[in-house]
């Protein structure tokens, strides 16, 4: 239907979404946001993506920042640029599917805060897990931009990409995105692909990749040429690396053509020299493997936001020195699922499930995420390529695979979590629900706590280290304080007990002892004192990485202790419980 375009080329702006996802483990505050969004209000883009992906999940979790809050105050800035977020079809934000109904009033709650534009797609390119929200941005009266999650694998290619851009136009779509999530598309294939697809359909396409390879200018060049109607950068100080490419070299390199964006340089400049001050308050944040050109992702397909979160988590578990054993692992755990592409929350499952893969002593698979048991039996929805039996059998058993849209068997939650989340004193405002819903686990701390920083006393006496030291403190960074669980001073725990969890959870040798073999915090004990267990019974479930780590009993017997409680935060090495 269309040749290359000599439209304008639109531009969306990722500075205050997947840019600092992909560099700074999207730690970026509201307050931080705000004079960015006043003066990228200004510049005439297409978009600004702010919301969505990880960070309805980092403010509540990491930041005591609301997402919800964030959104309306955006959007009292952003009077003529359109707010876009990433919504993970049936995941919405999180990293599992919810039922229909949820997903309906997240759509609802989104647009009425100041979402416009949603970007909806499936960590699988399952429609099936597409079609509720899409449906309902339409009935909301949101603009669709249904999305493909480019790859490459013996499964996909240009000619599959351009059949399910048919279907996802047949669908009422208003754009359509190539969400390249990990710099993987080459120019050639660009061209190919954004050509075939204008030929197919009379609709908007968007291009969106990552600098990770180093090859996304090249491809957006490309894009350019087979007539791509928008594209996704980012401000240059949040751009390359594992982030977007730079949003003012783009507008630059097409000034004076046919294709000239429009936008103003002098303006992107102010933006510019705010998103400076902005990067030098997170320096700390940015790690150089964020930062550098890695032609490594052409083999191992990892996504921006992916490889800083690996990062920190491999931090985390004091195994940083084991980064290119996970690296050569997750290309393995990704073929054994049948090629998913790596986005979230398919990314996170294979990249947690290598990490333990390489991080448990043992045959792989020895200890097996529940989303990994939840994806082969098909409740993300259908692999692109099948999971072989052998695989299967190992991880599930003899268990059935569903092949039913997967939201068909859930039953509706609003009503029964929003009763829940009353009762226990979580809702101040509606959105409060939705909030619970998506992160049962962490939701109920967030939505109870956050003192503010005037609530909360602005001195404390110093304590002496040693005998008596306490195991929570406040300490004040950039004028806000925080309440900070102490777990061990040079290597010695502290705390009286009573006090802290942390101070009666033993570690080191221990008869009947069973360690968590990772930092997480504690979801679930499944077990009581005296329970009587088989050996491979889950006795604790553990969130590490985001994802649900169960730890299994080794042998037969009976246990005789316990340790922690749930909302725990153990250290890899802690002694859990007792098994004799």
Not at 20 to 42: K, N, V
């Amino acid at each position: 239907m269309h040749t290359a375009s000599s439209k304008k080329v639109l531009i969306t702006d990722t500075t205050l979404r997947d840019a600092h996802q992909s560099l700074i483990a999207t730690r970026l505050r509201t307050e931080d946001m705000i004079p960015l969004a006043r003066e990228i209000d200004h510049c005439g883009f297409f978009s600004v993506e702010a919301w969505g992906g990880a960070t309805f999940d980092t403010c509540i979790r990491f930041l005591n920042d609301d997402p919800w809050d964030r959104l309306r105050a955006l959007k009292a800035e952003l009077n003529h640029t359109p707010i876009q977020m990433l919504l993970r079809g049936q995941n919405l934000v999180g990293y599992r599917h919810y039922s229909d109904d949820v997903v309906d009033k997240f759509v609802d709650a989104s647009y009425k805060n100041g979402v416009e534009i949603f970007r909806v797609f499936d960590a699988l390119n399952d429609i099936r897990n597409m079609t509720r929200s899409m449906k309902r941005v339409k009935d909301v009266g949101g603009h669709l931009q249904a999305t493909i999650s480019y790859t490459t694998s013996p499964v996909h290619s240009t000619e599959t990409f351009i059949e399910m851009a048919k279907e996802l136009y047949t669908l009422d779509c208003d754009s359509i995105c190539i969400k390249d999530m990990a710099g993987l598309i080459m120019p050639g294939a660009a061209k190919a692909l954004i050509t075939g697809i204008k030929k197919s359909v009379d609709v908007k396409v968007c291009l969106h990749s990552h600098s990770t390879s180093g090859i996304a200018p090249m491809s957006y060049e490309a894009a350019i040429e087979a007539g791509v109607d928008i594209l996704d950068t980012a401000m240059s100080p949040f751009s390359m690396g594992t982030s977007q490419p730079p949003t003012e070299s783009v507008v630059a390199s097409l000034k004076g053509t046919p294709r000239d964006t429009g936008i103003d340089l002098i303006k992107l400049r102010v933006v510019r020299n705010l998103c400076l001050q902005v990067r030098e308050k997170y320096g700390g944040l940015l790690n150089p493997i964020s930062e550098r050109v890695d032609s490594d992702v052409l083999i191992y397909q990892l996504p921006g936001g992916m490889i800083s979160n690996i990062v920190s988590q491999l931090q985390e578990q004091d195994a940083l020195d084991r980064w290119d054993e996970v690296l050569e692992e997750i290309p393995r755990v990704r073929r054994d699922l049948g090629y998913p592409p790596l986005v979230t929350p398919t990314s996170q499952i294979v990249g947690t499930q290598a990490v333990l893969n390489v991080l448990v002593n043992g045959k792989r698979y020895q200890n097996v995420t529940k989303e990994v048991k939840d994806y082969v039996r098909g409740l993300y929805g259908k692999s692109p390529a099948p999971v072989s039996d052998e695989i299967r059998t190992l991880i599930i058993g003899d268990e059935e695979v569903i092949t039913v849209r997967p939201a068909d068997l859930l039953e509706p939650a609003y009503a029964k979590m929003k009763d829940e989340a009353e009762k226990a004193g979580l809702v101040k405002k509606e959105e409060d629900i939705l909030t619970y819903i998506l992160y049962p686990a962490i939701a109920p701390a967030f939505l109870k706590g956050g003192k503010s920083a005037e609530e909360l006393p602005k001195k404390q006496p110093v304590p002496k280290a040693g005998t008596g030291m306490p195991g929570i403190m406040e300490v004040e960074v950039d004028g806000e304080v925080f309440s900070v669980k102490i777990i061990s001073v040079g290597g010695s725990q502290v705390g009286v007990t009573g006090v802290t969890p942390q101070a009666k959870i033993p570690r080191g040798e221990y008869a009947g002892g069973i360690k968590s073999n990772m930092q997480g915090m504690v979801l679930q004990v499944l077990v009581s004192r005296g329970s009587h267990v088989k050996k491979g019974d889950p006795l604790i479930v553990l969130e590490a990485m985001k994802m649900e780590n169960p730890i299994h009993s080794p042998v037969d017997g009976r246990v005789t202790e316990i340790f922690v409680d749930t909302g725990d935060v153990v250290q890899n090495g802690d002694v859990l419980l007792v098994v004799q």
